[in-house]
């Protein structure tokens, strides 16, 4: 049986990028039978790396067969994965997000968890001196996610040994970073042809506090002023969003990469009270409200959410 390899729900750079890199490796190094999907489409700086390294888009699966033996990658929360995931053979996780619990597994596995910026590292530790067989395509993926994931270093989630792995990669491939980056950056704020709806899904998770539901969405750009001129149809938006997804409320940020702060939608007083609560801030009559040095959902927006 083929091994599928997947992230999560919305699939960001590496989400889309490390199931196929680990489907090469157990494909190329372990001799397996493994395949790369996806469990949606790809976001615009994904679609951009895929491009631009002249990889084949994978294919994007609406579920899961039961019994159908899987690798889960950059996520280990149920609510990211398809609703049989319990039923399906999960045969390992690699993730760098924090242990949410509710998976079930058939029987013992392969699990690594590890406190870096972006799963692509973990990926090319886990290889060990097999990573160095990756051809340059291979490279080029990790490297894209791990810069993305940091925000070319910008993130609190960054680690030395994140930016290591990338500029050891960047150098065998002859890459600048920077220039690099401002390409992939250039690709993520371009969002011209997305819905509101698609927008507020794009980069999103699902979180719970508080007995309240929340989709917490994140746009990052370096033209913030091109989402936030449709701020009105976005909060419009949310209500319909929210009722189909199940959740209580949308949290939209616009992450402005090269300021270093995070713009939030205040749709209503609720949010008001969640920002107030979680950030310290004042809100007052405001509709959007800025937060200095804010870029990360996973270590500076879900950590300190409050009702």
Not at 178 to 202: C, G, I, N, P
Not at 210 to 225: D, H, I, M, Q, Y
Not at 240 to 247: P, R, S, Y
């Amino acid at each position: 049986m083929t091994t599928l390899v997947f992230g999560h729900k919305s699939p960001d750079t590496d989400s889309t990028g490390s199931p196929i890199l680990w489907a090469w490796y157990l494909n190329e190094v372990k001799g397996g039978d493994a395949e790369a999907v996806l469990l949606g489409e790809p976001n615009t700086e994904a679609a951009f790396m895929l491009d631009r390294w002249d990889l084949p888009k994978p294919r994007i699966i609406a579920g899961l067969d039961a019994g159908q033996a899987c690798v889960v990658v950059d996520t280990n929360n149920p609510a990211e994965l398809p609703a049989a995931i319990n039923d399906a053979d999960v045969q390992a996780i690699i993730d760098h997000h924090k242990l949410v619990g509710g998976l079930e597994t058939r029987g013992p596995i392969d699990i690594t968890i590890r406190p870096l910026a972006c799963t692509a590292t973990i990926m090319v530790d886990l290889m060990g001196d097999d990573a160095a067989k990756m051809p340059d395509w291979a490279k080029g993926a990790a490297l894209t996610c791990i810069l993305s994931d940091t925000l070319e270093f910008r993130s609190p989630t960054t680690t030395p040994h994140d930016r290591a792995i990338a500029e050891d990669l960047a150098k065998d491939l002859g890459v600048s970073i920077s220039d690099y980056a401002a390409e992939m950056f250039a690709a993520k704020s371009d969002v011209s042809a997305f819905s509101e709806a698609e927008l507020l899904r794009m980069d999103s998770k699902a979180y719970e506090v508080g007995g309240t539901k929340f989709r917490v969405s994140v746009l990052e750009t370096t033209a913030p002023a091109s989402v936030l001129a449709r701020k009105d149809a976005l909060v419009a938006a949310m209500p319909q969003v929210a009722k189909e997804d199940g959740v209580d409320q949308v949290l939209l940020f616009v992450v402005d990469i090269l300021n270093e702060e995070a713009t939030l939608l205040l749709p209503n007083t609720l949010v008001k009270t969640v920002a107030e609560k979680s950030f310290s801030t004042v809100c007052g009559d405001a509709d959007t409200v800025v937060l200095p040095g804010v870029v990360s959902r996973k270590k500076q927006i879900i950590p300190v959410l409050t009702v």
